[in-house]
T-cell receptor
Framework: SQQGEEDPQALSIQEGENATMNCSYK?????LQWYRQNSGRGLVHLIL?????REKHSGRLRVTLDTSKKSSSLLITASRAADTASYFC???????????FGAGTTVTVRA | DVKVTQSSRYLVKRTGEKVFLECVQD?????MFWYRQDPGLGLRLIYF???????EKGDIPEGYSVSREKKERFSLILESASTNQTSMYLC?????????????FGPGTRLLVL
């Protein structure tokens, strides 16, 4: 069953603006990961945040995790047309190597 | 770089046909996964495998089976294709041994069942 739920479902922004998307999940996690999927392609791993971390950065990406609220956010700063994609959060629960994905946020960056 | 390849990008089959989707990874990963992706539903796990000849059901295994005869290859089988199996199928692999494992995905196979 799906663990994560992204919000909003879709987001349209101007190039250069920041994009923020959120992920809520239901049960305690070991870590939370964000993936990107360009149209019609496979997913690519972006960033992983452990359950004992609160914030992590990777280039123009910033991820936060609030385990008390069971939520995470992904911020893409200074967006580019190439950031147009769907973004998924995925969680690892317990001692299991399976990932549980949300339905994704579709981001469109307008030139 | 990890490479995960899938045998077909697009596939059209008829109802009742037996369909084989192949996935090969070149990084000696122990874990391999098959997902299907449908609009609004995200990725749902069909089957996964932690080792050769080993398989475990995911969230939606009905109508599917899998085969893992070699470490690098994981096949998804639709025994008798139905129209509700029209979907995007994604294969992924990961290393075993750490919980902080990222999954590496293939490009996907878009299957249309008529």
């Amino acid at each position: 069953s799906q663990q994560g739920e992204e919000d909003p479902q879709a987001l349209s922004i101007q190039e250069g603006e920041n994009a923020t998307m959120n992920c809520s999940y239901k049960t305690s996690i070991n870590n939370l990961q964000w993936y990107r999927q360009n149209s019609g392609r496979g997913l690519v791993h972006l960033i992983l945040i452990r359950s004992n971390e609160r914030e992590k950065h990777s280039g123009r990406l910033r991820v936060t995790l609030d385990t008390s609220k069971k939520s995470s956010s992904l911020l893409i700063t200074a967006s580019r047309a190439a950031d147009t994609a769907s973004y998924f959060c995925a969680t690892v629960v317990g001692n299991d190597y399976k990932l549980s994905f949300g339905a994704g946020t579709t981001v469109t960056v307008r030139a | 770089d990890v490479k995960v390849t899938q045998s077909s990008r697009y596939l059209v089959k008829r109802t009742g046909e037996k369909v084989f989707l192949e996935c090969v990874q070149d990084m000696d990963h122990e874990n391999m996964f098959w997902y299907r992706q449908d609009p609004g539903l995200g990725l749902r796990l069909i089957y996964f495998s932690y080792d050769v000849k080993m398989k475990e059901k995911g969230d939606i295994p009905e109508g599917y089976s899998v085969s893992r005869e070699k470490k690098e290859r994981f096949s998804l089988i639709l025994e008798s294709a139905s129209t509700n199996q029209t979907s995007m199928y994604l294969c992924a692999s990961s290393l075993r041994g750490q919980l902080e494992e990222t999954q590496y995905f293939g490009p996907g196979t878009r299957l249309l069942v008529l």
